[in-house]
């Protein structure tokens, strides 16, 4: 999981170049920040920046990160800002959303929100998928909006709020890159990159990354990532192909990599889940103002 420390030292370093006037902006030590970096630098296994005594760059897979981090990370501080401005805030929900495209969603709704019952706050957090019901089952998040399916015994399910078609990531050399499209029995004869799923229901796990095709075949299981950007990076290396909601493409298209259809695939489908139990008393007219955006998504 992408720890937000890890997150703000990286897109701050990227964009500073100066390991100090970064440990100043995020109010730590300059150590601080360089042992977080090359913590991050490890568990991607290449160097995102590189340093001597005078210069700090980013290298190629530096940048590449940076491009895919930042946008999100920007629409999540400008919702954030939104919903918190104004004062005599007296109540808050917290939102979780996993992919770009579900935090457009948050991001609206929260606007709307804030608009309807403006002495509330509203802060909003993207979910790692290795982790997807670890944050609010320590109670530190209200509603999210996530990949389905979801069954848990204390977790209740709502209604999907949009879905996505199914896709696959691949090497721009591989056989399947140009096909018009490609079927779900065709990862039989590919490695699939898959997530660490030491925290993730197997259930969720055999719908996004399936072991079998429909007819049985074994599908080849290739490197077990711990967070999205691993993902582009072993896909762009030629190391395997992955699953993926088409709309990712708007988002993380790059020299290298191309989104190719699956056209005999089920959709992604995206919907909310909040704790069965103790339930924030803002999560139904959040579901009131969130099924509203989500009309014109």
């Known amino acids: 999981m992408l720890e937000r420390l890890e997150l703000e030292a990286f897109l701050t370093l990227a964009e500073q170049l100066h390991f100090g006037r970064t440990a100043e902006r995020l109010h730590v030590t300059t150590s601080r920040i360089s042992q977080t970096i090359r913590k991050l630098e490890r568990r991607i296994g290449a160097p995102l920046f590189e340093r001597n005594s005078r210069t700090v760059t980013l290298t190629p897979l530096g940048k590449q990160l940076r491009d895919d981090l930042r946008p999100a990370y920007d629409q999540i501080s400008a919702g954030v800002t939104a919903a918190s401005r104004g004062h005599n805030v007296q109540?808050?929900?917290?939102?979780?959303?996993?992919?770009?495209?579900?935090?457009?969603?948050?991001?609206?709704?929260?606007?709307l929100f804030r608009?309807?019952?403006?002495?509330?706050?509203?802060?909003?957090?993207?979910?790692?998928?290795?982790?997807?019901?670890?944050?609010?089952?320590?109670g530190?998040?209200?509603?999210?909006?996530?990949?389905?399916?979801?069954?848990?015994?204390?977790?209740?399910?709502?209604?999907?709020?949009?879905?996505?078609?199914r896709g696959l990531l691949v090497p721009q050399g591989h056989s399947f890159a140009t096909r018009e499209s490609v079927a779900?029995?065709?990862?039989?004869?590919?490695?699939?990159?898959?997530l660490d799923d030491a925290l993730i229901p197997r259930y969720w796990m055999d719908h996004h990354f399936p072991r079998r095709t429909p007819s049985g075949r074994p599908i080849p299981q290739g490197p077990a990532t711990t967070f999205w950007p691993e993902v582009?990076?072993?896909?762009?290396?030629?190391?395997?192909v992955s699953t993926v909601a088409l709309r990712a493409e708007q988002f993380h298209a790059r020299p290298g990599i191309v989104f190719v259809p699956v056209h005999d695939g089920p959709t992604i489908d995206y919907g909310l889940m909040w704790p069965s139990a103790g339930r924030n008393p803002l999560v139904p007219p959040f579901l009131e103002v969130i099924a509203e955006a989500a009309q014109h998504e």
């Open 91 to 111: 109540r808050t929900i917290t939102l979780g959303f996993s992919g770009a495209w579900s935090g457009n969603l948050l991001v609206r709704a929260t606007e």
């Open 115 to 138: 608009n309807r019952y403006p002495h509330t706050a509203v802060d909003i957090e993207e979910i790692q998928l290795t982790d997807p019901l670890g944050r609010m089952r320590s």
């Open 184 to 194: 779900l029995e065709d990862l039989a004869d590919t490695t699939l990159v898959t």
């Open 232 to 240: 582009l990076v072993h896909v762009s290396q030629g190391i395997g």
């Open 140 to 165: 530190a998040v209200d509603l999210q909006l996530t990949e389905f399916p979801i069954a848990e015994p204390d977790i209740t399910t709502g209604a999907i709020m949009f879905s996505e078609p």
